[in-house]
């Protein structure tokens, strides 16, 4: 599954843009991460254009070295020197320095991390926990649930109102989802979920393909996406 997710990832002419640049950004520990992956994914299902409605696309990297705000903003700046051109916005967040600002911004205490993967499994919704970068993908409580269209609370951040916010945000722009309580009772349409799949971190062979498919009509693509 890991490598029709990769694949479904590349349908989107920005994320396939990108990971063409991965080399390019030399951010340590990085990963392409949350709603420009799983909301692909779902645009897809509703028979959208892979890149319709995604406001930005996210990087996590992971530098302890320096937790400063200023560190995190010159990366940002370098990111965007390198993909300015796609004509979206590119948010870059240094996974190492959450625990800092966490708090004051959303009320809720966030322990310290200790790798950029920590950060893509504590997402306030399961399914959503994905990441990706050239030959790999990142899915730790795996994909199924992501394709049957489930949104599921996660143990690692059980902030009630924070996961009701951000599922009405998902469910007002595919209606479809449906939202997996946590005594395992299902408000989806009788489909059954793997909350129990096996962590998938494996290679995904098309994404290998897909960063040499990137060509001058794709980067007019992206940079029409609004």
């Known amino acids: 599954m890991a490598t029709d997710f990769a694949t479904h990832v590349a349908s989107n002419a920005v994320n396939r843009a990108i990971l063409s640049r991965w080399d390019l950004l030399d951010l340590p520990g990085s990963w392409l991460v949350a709603g420009c992956l799983f909301q692909t994914v779902w645009n897809l299902r ?3 254009r892979p890149e319709s409605g995604i406001k930005d696309y996210d990087i ?3 530098d302890p070295s320096d937790l400063s705000e200023t560190a995190e903003a010159e990366a940002q700046a370098a ?14 967040a240094n996974q190492a320095r959450v625990h800092l600002w966490y708090p004051a911004h959303f009320g809720y205490p966030y322990p310290a991390l ?11 919704v399961r399914e959503t926990c994905v990441g990706i970068r050239p030959q790999e993908c990142y899915a730790p409580y795996g994909l199924s649930g ?3 269209g489930t949104l599921t609370p996660n143990p690692a951040t059980p902030y009630p109102e924070l996961f009701a916010k951000k ?4 469910q ?15 408000t989806s349409n009788g489909l059954a ?13 098309s994404m290998t393909a897909a960063r040499h498919e990137v060509c001058e009509a794709d980067l007019v693509d992206a940079a029409q996406i609004g």
């Open 46 to 48: 509703a028979g959208l």
């Open 60 to 62: 996590f990297y992971f």
């Open 79 to 92: 990111t965007e020197s390198v993909l300015n051109d796609l004509g979206v916005t590119v948010e870059v």
């Open 114 to 124: 200790a790798r950029a993967e920590e950060g893509i499994s504590r997402f306030l």
């Open 146 to 148: 992501l394709y049957a």
């Open 167 to 170: 599922v009405a945000s998902y």
């Open 172 to 186: 007002a722009r595919w209606d479809w989802l449906k939202i997996e309580h946590a005594d395992g009772a299902s």
């Open 193 to 205: 979920v793997d909350l129990d799949a096996p962590h998938v971190h494996e290679a995904a062979p």
